[in-house]
Each structure stands twice: as C-alpha cells, then as structure tokens.
C-alpha cells in the first residue's frame, strides 16, 4: 500500500518545495505559510466557474466580428459565423470553429464541475481518470484563447477605411474573459484532493 505524504504527517511548501512535519505552519526556508490542503481552493474553483459560464453566454449571443464595407455590414457571433463558413462550403473551417469554441469550451465548463463535485461527493471516476482529466482542462486551457487571436488579427490586418473594415465585437471580449476565467478555475483545483479519502 502507497502511503501519501499526508498520511506520513508531512506536509510540502508550495513556495519552495521542502518537507516538513504536519505541525509546522511557515516554512523556515523561504517563510511561506504551510497548509496540507488549501481550505478556500474549492470555493475559487466555483467562483472562477461560476464567473466564467456568466460571461460565456454574451460570448455566444453577440456579434464576434463586425464586417462594414462600401455597402454591406454584416455582425456575426459564433454560431452564426459557423453556419456562414458552412454555407460557403468551409466545412473544414467551419468545424475547427466549432470545436474550438463551442465544444472545448462546454467540455472545459463540464469537466471542471465535474472534478469539483468529484472531490465533494466521490468516486464517479478512478483517481487515476479524475487526475488525467485534470491534466486535459490544463492542458486545453492554453489553446482556448486561438478565436481571440484569429480576432484580433482580422481586425489588425483588415483596416482598408474606405472599402472595408473589421473590428471586435463584445462577444470577443467575453470569450477572452471566459477562456481567463475558466483557466483560473482549473488552476485553482488542487489536484492533491482527489487522492484524500
């Protein structure tokens, strides 16, 4: 049987990574304050979670891109910007728009309520599938913010005043806000607890 550094009575700094005794509460070391568990880490899981879906939904119901040319001005949010690039035959773009920011960030929304109840209720998964989920939210968080680039790099680059521009819409802004803040949440979960009995 593996015993867990907890149940040895000892605890790691987070700040600088030396062991101590259970009993001890500031490292002499570099001074930081020691604590087995965060008590507050579930609650700024929730909160950044909670945060994060509130600005999701504008992200979904307003304009992503504003399009003005000499006659034409067009506003498309997401989903509607995935049905256009479907109907001009985009199928491949369309799809990458999609998963990239309907799907990842549903499943991002998903799996981080899903590990943070886990860790209230138990066991729906392995410890082993719960810590590897984990790693996915980590690891995908750093992708999420590539509608916020193609964005801003439209805009950038798209600046003929006189025949057409592009500019951000809100929506861009919320999403970017969202990708932030469910970071932060994924962040904020304390992998360690998925081990506690």
Known sequence: MTVTARQAGLVACTRC???????????????????????????????????????YIPANVYPMLITR???????????????????????????VVFVASILIPVGKFIAIGFLA???????????????????VVEFIGRWSMIDVFVVAILASLVRFDAVA?????????????????????????DPRTIWDD
Request: glycine share 8%; net charge neutral; charged share 15%.
């Open 17 to 55: 990574g030396r062991v101590w005794p259970a009993d001890v509460h500031t490292c002499a070391r570099c001074g930081a304050p020691l604590s087995s568990r965060d008590p507050g880490a579930l609650q700024r899981v929730w909160a950044w979670w909670i945060a994060g879906l509130v600005v």
């Open 69 to 95: 040319t000499l006659n034409y001005s067009s506003e498309a949010t997401i989903l509607g910007g995935v049905i256009e690039l479907l109907s001009h035959g985009d199928v491949l773009v369309a799809l």
């Open 117 to 135: 109840l886990s860790v209230e209720k138990r066991r729906w998964m392995s410890e082993h599938g719960q810590h590897r989920l984990h790693a």
């Open 165 to 189: 521009t592009i500019n951000p819409g809100i929506a861009a802004v919320s999403f970017a806000l969202s990708v932030a803040f469910t970071m932060l949440a994924a962040q904020s979960f």
